[in-house]
């Protein structure tokens, strides 16, 4: 079941300015609320879609991924070029070049 948002237009009560109501997609949007009766009108909330990508697809958009392998050491799955392929605690040549991927 779907969660909407919804924000009183006056004071808000125990559950807050904006709060969250589980609702079926079928039913009405709330009018009021549902602890002090009072205005409410429902807001457009952020969605998330996940949308898996690989690391290759990572590295074309410029990100980088770090993937935990030992204690204090990260393997740099998306690296480029000269980058090194393993990030080591304490080691300052092992981090990767963010100037590669990101600019102005």
């Not at 009183?8 to 109501?21: N, R, T, W």
């Not at 990100?63 to 392998?69: A, H, I, N, S």
């Amino acid at each position: 079941m779907p969660i909407y948002e919804y924000e009183h237009d006056g004071a808000p009560c125990s559950l807050g300015k904006i709060f969250d109501v589980k609702q079926s997609i079928d039913d009405k949007p709330l009018a009021r609320c549902p602890q002090c009766s009072g205005k409410v009108q429902k807001i457009v909330s952020r969605i998330n879609i996940s949308c898996p990508k690989t690391n290759s697809e990572l590295r074309d958009l410029g990100f980088t991924k770090l993937v935990k392998r030992d204690d204090g050491v990260y393997e740099n799955v998306t690296a480029r070029g000269n980058d090194s392929r393993y990030m080591v605690k304490g080691k300052n040549e092992t981090i990767p070049d963010l100037s590669k991927t990101i600019s102005d």
